[in-house]
């Protein structure tokens, strides 16, 4: 007698309404972001509005930097994947954008990562049908009656804003153990270590290693994305052991 088995996996999820479209934003796993990826169009970025969000506190003693921003990607969405460039980035967070609106519901893959120590929000547009009828692999304007630029930019403003409210109003009661992170094409380091969170940029790399080195004799070690494990005893013992409700078929076969 076969038997069904439903898993149920745990999956972070932030939800909001605003402008009358609600949005939520799925937490996907490695393996999900790339086959939605096979199946979606690259949307062309604003690097107008990536400079205003940048640039805006950049010398503000008390912004939201790096380190801020990774604690709380962490606390909405969970731990960063490994699927990085980890010469120019050190955290990488895909995300499933369900989009409801009059017209309809529409899904993209947000890509949320750092790049050589910016923040970069990257959409593709998921394609349900006629997969093949398009260029994946060229840059996409916004679908203007879907998600138009106007509505992209006004989501990662409210996003953005979102975040910096949510590490305000938790960084008393969630209080992370001290982390280093590295990118080490732009020399910069950021982390968490004496109730501060940091972000320094080194103007040479012998000093840059020196700071990681002083680091680690502090006992503040480089925090890096957990890697998969590809036992595959280990891999079968994961799916046939995370059973939580079991559906039994009877009947002739």
Known sequence: MPEVIKQMKERRKVEFEKNNIKYQLWRLDDFEYRTLRQSSLPIKEDYDFYWNIHYSERYCEDRFNLAKLFIT???LFGDSSD???????SFFFPILLVLEKKQGKFFYVLSIY????SITFMFYKVLETDVDSYDKNVLHEPLELEFSRKEINYFLNYFYGFMEGYFESLKKIHVPQPFLKKIDSNLILYGYKDNEYFEEHYESEETYKTAIQSFELEGVSELKPQKKDNDVKSFLQTITGEAVEKTILSGDF
């Open 73 to 75: 990607l962490t606390w």
């Open 83 to 89: 699927f990085i460039d980890d010469w120019k980035g």
């Open 114 to 117: 750092d790049h050589r120590g």
